[in-house]
């Protein structure tokens, strides 16, 4: 069996700013990128635009990003596998990985599968539909894009997340709706306070998002009052889902220490995990920035974290 000195799981900015790092330093690094459990790439992949990423002042395809990155790492000696993992035993070292069509072992690890954002299945905002025409589950990503400027959006959430993607989108929308589905918000106190005192936002309480309508765009919604079932269509430029999201972590069996939102630990200021010789980077660690820019920098983190601990290890090029 095969033998590397160290393995990368799950591809987009820290995927394979990881790998691009671990590559120049002779690491040889092997990146698995997945496939069937998600786009090579990362939630970059299902994104247009991206105008907030530095060095790039006109805006860039988030496809087309990733395919650079992608493209840099295997121009250093990434060896990239487009295939998804499917367990890994990390009781011993060097590690074990499976995937269906590969087994390898690793001396070092990098975690970086991300977190996928968590979407209501309403018809309308589906891949195909509407989705990433006008729906999304990031404000701070997309919220800037010309297609949501002065119009009337939509946050469906009830959390500090929501009400911190609602004020945020103020600064380009006409007004901001805040759609949710109880009497009253579960974000902290303060964050309500501010939600309710902002002249741009208002919260419509007791509603659920029941269908998206619209022709190349978002155009309209239709949201449902639960406690008459009355329904209710609205003009709309955008529908934000700000329901949480889900750290892509199952495939490790519980062999690593997570936070009590089920993102992995890490010790702080370091991208180290509990397990010695595991490294984790980007959204599956970070639930708080989750952007391309931040995944990026854990990815180096991570790349130096792991070049040093191997080194100390005593394990050769």
């Known amino acids: 069996m095969e ?3 160290l393995v990368i799981i799950g591809s987009g900015p820290a995927g394979y700013t990881a790998a691009i790092y671990a590559a120049r330093a002779n690491l040889k690094p092997v990146l698995f990128e997945g496939f069937l459990s998600g786009p090579a790439g990362g939630q970059l992949m299902s994104t247009t635009e991206v105008e907030n990423f530095p060095g790039f002042p006109e805006g860039i395809l988030g496809s087309q990003l990733m395919e650079n990155f992608r493209a840099q790492a295997k121009r250093f000696g990434t060896i990239v596998l487009t295939e998804d993992v499917e367990s890994v ?3 011993k070292r060097p590690f074990f990985i499976k995937t269906s069509q590969t087994q390898m072992l690793a001396n070092a690890i990098i975690i970086a599968t991300g977190a996928s954002a968590k979407r209501l299945d309403v018809e309308g905002t589906r891949d195909g539909e509407f989705w990433q025409k006008g729906v999304t589950a990031c404000a701070v990503c997309d919220g800037a894009a010309p297609i949501f400027r002065n119009k009337p959006l939509f946050v469906i959430g009830g959390g500090d997340t929501a009400v911190e993607e609602a004020i945020f989108l103020t600064k380009y929308a006409s007004r901001v709706f805040l759609v949710h589905r109880r009497g009253e918000l579960k974000a902290s106190k303060i964050m309500v306070e501010r939600a309710m005192k902002h002249p741009k936002i208002e919260i419509l309480w007791n509603r659920t ?5 619209g022709d190349q765009v978002v ?12 329904l ?10 700000a329901i949480g999201h ?7 069996q519980g062999q690593i220490k997570l936070n009590p939102s089920g993102y992995i630990a890490t010790k702080k200021g370091t991208t180290l995990t509990s397990k010695a010789g595991v490294f984790a980077a980007g959204d599956v660690q970070d639930w708080v920035y989750r952007q391309a820019v931040s995944a990026a920098g854990s ?5 130096l974290d792991a070049e040093r601990w191997l080194s100390k290890q005593g394990y050769s090029e």
């Open 3 to 5: 033998r590397h000195n």
């Open 89 to 91: 035993d990390l009781t």
């Open 209 to 213: 998002l029941e269908k998206v309508t």
């Open 219 to 230: 155009r309209k919604i239709v949201l449902k009052d639960v406690k008459s079932g009355q």
């Open 232 to 241: 209710e269509e609205r003009e709309a430029g955008g529908v934000f889902f």
């Open 246 to 252: 889900q750290p892509l972590t199952a495939f490790l």
């Open 299 to 303: 990815g180096c983190m991570a790349a």
